[in-house]
């Protein structure tokens, strides 16, 4: 199986973009974690999370992962050269089996609308951002693994559907979600 192009030679352009490097030496730049107040209780069971954007959660791992895609225009976003394995680190830390140096996994809150009626507490469900990565434009991106773990923010039913977010100029922040998805074994 063939999970991308060949690695080509990647250096620096006229723009001086840098090089592409490995997803396991990629730098983690966390605002999120760093500037917004964090649940202080680490139980993780489903309750109401009060004064706080997020609550720190670590990724449920799955034995033995295997990277089945990779999208050359999504790793040149980020700055990250194709794997050259299906089954070696990049697989490990997208599938959550390994949090990198300098990730700070949690899972957001938030609150909002729902057909037309205030919902409340809402929450991030089954998803967790691993990390937020600054690409080489300087768009700064979270890493998020979809079906990765039970916030205490989920919803009570089982989220089974998996989803990419896509983004452009219209982030607020310019902040986008590049998502890896896992499918759990019937």
Same mark, same amino acid.
């Given at each position: =199986?063939?999970?991308?192009?060949?690695?080509?030679q990647h250096s620096p352009d006229a723009a001086g973009t840098s090089p592409l490097v490995d997803l396991c030496d990629v730098d983690f730049d966390n605002t999120f974690v760093r500037e917004l107040p964090g649940d202080s209780l680490t139980h993780n069971v489903p309750r109401t999370v009060r004064n706080a954007c997020y609550t720190r959660v670590a990724p449920t791992?799955? +034995?033995?992962?295997?990277?089945?895609?990779?999208?050359?225009? /999504?790793?040149? =976003?980020?700055? /990250?050269?194709?794997?050259?394995?299906? *089954? !070696?680190?990049?697989?490990?830390v997208l599938a959550g089996? +390994? /949090?990198?140096?300098?990730?700070?996994? %949690?899972a957001a809150r938030y609150g909002g609308h729902q057909f037309g009626q205030w919902a409340g507490?809402?929450?991030?469900? &089954?998803?967790?951002?691993?990390?937020?990565?600054?690409?080489?434009? !300087?768009? +700064? %991106?979270d890493m998020q693994l979809k079906g990765a773990a &039970?916030?205490?923010? &989920?919803? +009570?039913?089982t989220v089974a559907q998996c989803c990419a &977010?896509?983004? !452009?100029? *219209?982030c607020a922040a310019k902040r986008c979600t590049i998502s890896a998805c896992r499918r759990r074994a019937h």
């Open positions: =199986m063939t999970l991308a192009t060949p690695l080509k791992p799955v +034995r033995s992962p295997q990277l089945l895609a990779w999208v050359d225009a /999504v790793g040149e =976003m980020l700055g /990250v050269k194709p794997p050259q394995s299906a *089954s !070696g680190a990049a697989a490990q089996n +390994r /949090v990198l140096p300098g990730m700070e996994p %949690y507490q809402l929450g991030d469900g &089954r998803a967790i951002t691993l990390g937020e990565v600054i690409g080489p434009d !300087g768009t +700064r %991106y &039970r916030p205490p923010t &989920r919803a +009570r039913q &977010r896509q983004c !452009g100029n *219209s």
